[in-house]
């Protein structure tokens, strides 16, 4: 596919779902409509994180420079940064619909992960005044640290499609954020083994009617199978994939942002991105995961 037709198809994905969540009601309640639709801004900026470009100056630099004929309206980077902003919750609902579509909420097995999302670096985290009260000290098992900053936690579905995401400071127990993965999904859920505990686990059946299944510890003893087992590490591969494209192609790690609402839309954009990328793949017949058969020519 050329940049071309994804940029096309995107747009028409975005703006198709759009029109049938709000049907004849008005996103706006006053005031005039904006010169570049909503579905512009959208298609703009997931196809700018699609291609790594993951900041709103860097979105509006790349569409002015290149495609300004596609998208005449394009004003100022301000007002596109404050437009793009705005639609943090339409991001959100378009990101649901589609994955709805996809089967995510179907699906009887699903896949839940976290991940460190540092504010600034340790030693200046004394110092910092972003997200003060609202960021705080968590420990990252996979790079052995301490850091300042929010945890991501995601969940996906056996094919890798997003169902929820949420970023909690990183001080917030595993337990405790993993209620809101929960919403809208039934059946088996693999996790990592901070979600071990037997009475959490009958919470989740009572409550959620989830099976939860972790791998265990080195001081405990494995009552179940071995193929089970090497099925259990080999699927869980899964959720850890989506992250590494979460955090390598869409650098959902990275904060860049100084207030939530510009925080929030950051994680929905990436994520909306993610998810379309899927929707496509599928679409042309390919694996949902390999992005890279997605473009075959890049306009520079």
Not at 58 to 78: M, N
Not at 116 to 125: E, I, S
Not at 180 to 194: E, P, S
Request: glycine share 6%; charged share 20%.
């Amino acid at each position: 596919m050329l940049l071309e037709n994804f940029i096309i198809t995107s747009y028409c994905l975005i703006d198709e779902t759009l029109k049938n969540f709000l049907g004849t009601q008005k996103l706006r309640k006053r005031g005039f409509e904006p010169n570049l639709s909503d579905s512009e801004v959208m298609t703009m900026e997931i196809v700018a994180e699609f291609l790594g470009i993951d900041t709103d100056k860097g979105a509006w630099e790349y569409f002015t420079h290149h495609w300004h004929d596609w998208f005449p309206a394009l004003s100022s980077r301000a007002n596109y940064a404050k437009h793009a902003a705005n639609l943090w919750g339409v991001t959100q609902r378009v990101q649901a619909q589609l994955a709805t579509q996809l089967g995510v909420f179907s699906d009887q097995l699903h896949l839940a992960d976290g991940f460190p999302m540092p504010v600034c670096h340790f030693k200046r985290a004394n110092s910092s005044r972003i997200f003060k009260g609202e960021a705080d000290y968590g420990y990252c098992a996979s790079k052995e640290e301490i850091y300042y900053g929010f945890k991501g936690n995601v969940m996906i579905n056996s094919e890798g499609v997003i169902s929820q995401i949420t970023a909690t400071a990183a001080n917030v127990g595993e337990r405790h954020s993993f209620w809101d993965l929960t919403q809208g999904i039934r059946g088996n859920v693999i996790a990592d083994k901070g979600l071990i505990g037997v009475d959490f686990q009958q919470e989740l059946r009572y409550f959620a009617q989830i099976n939860l299944q972790t791998a265990v510890r080195a001081n405990m003893k494995e009552e179940r199978s071995e193929d089970f087992i090497q099925w259990l590490v080999s699927t869980r591969r899964l959720v850890e994939t989506v992250i590494g494209q979460l955090t390598e192609r869409f650098h959902i790690e990275k904060i860049r942002a100084r207030k939530l609402w510009y925080f929030t839309n950051r994680i929905a954009r990436k994520v909306l991105a993610h998810t379309i990328a899927v929707f496509i793949n599928k679409q042309l017949g390919n694996p949902p995961l390999q992005f890279e058969l997605l473009l075959a020519g890049t306009k520079s």
